[in-house]
């Protein structure tokens, strides 16, 4: 049986770049606002993909694990996750974090008119570990030079204006 280990999974002084941004003008969500009104907003702009190739390239070369027993536990980590969240288990995975299978439905006025197709938006929530929480608190920022900001949304539910 597996043992935890109390170590820390990053280096206490991390080389971490700073989180680049870029800002979008868009409606204005106070309650207050006036109407047509607009505010610019910080948006996460990414640099790049870390493929599952190079993420076990990276795993490896911190181990003794070759980068190919990386990508087989990887691999039945899915499906291991596939198989305990569809019987509606929380999946932790150490300082990672947890997922959970979610999903919504559309509702109806008696228990009895209820059907499983009403079942609509299935989604696995991802809830990072204490460790990653606590690493993105020492993030620094650095804006992206553009000529003019973009408006409206840049890319996806992380750009949100009160989630920043």
């Known amino acids: 049986m597996y043992k935890r280990q109390e170590t820390n999974v990053l280096p206490k002084n991390p080389n971490v770049m700073p989180a680049k941004y ?11 606002a006036a109407e047509g009104s607009k505010l610019y907003y910080a948006s996460a702009n990414t640099t790049g993909t870390c493929d599952v190739y190079e ?30 969240l569809g019987k509606g288990e929380v999946v932790k995975v150490g300082e990672l974090g947890s997922f959970q299978l979610q999903f919504g439905s559309t509702g109806t006025v008696t228990e009895k008119e209820f059907n499983q197709v009403l079942i609509k938006s299935r989604r696995i929530v991802f809830r990072p570990g204490k460790l990653l929480k606590d690493a993105i608190k020492n993030y620094t920022f650095e804006k992206i030079a553009s000529g003019a900001p973009d408006e409206g949304s840049a890319g996806g539910e992380d750009d949100r204006p009160g989630e920043l």
């Open 22 to 32: 870029k800002l979008v003008l868009r409606k204005d969500m106070r309650k207050d």
């Open 55 to 84: 993420l076990c390239d990276l795993i490896s070369a911190q181990s003794t694990a070759s980068s190919g027993d990386v990508k087989l536990i990887l691999d039945e980590l899915v499906n291991v996750m596939r198989r305990n």
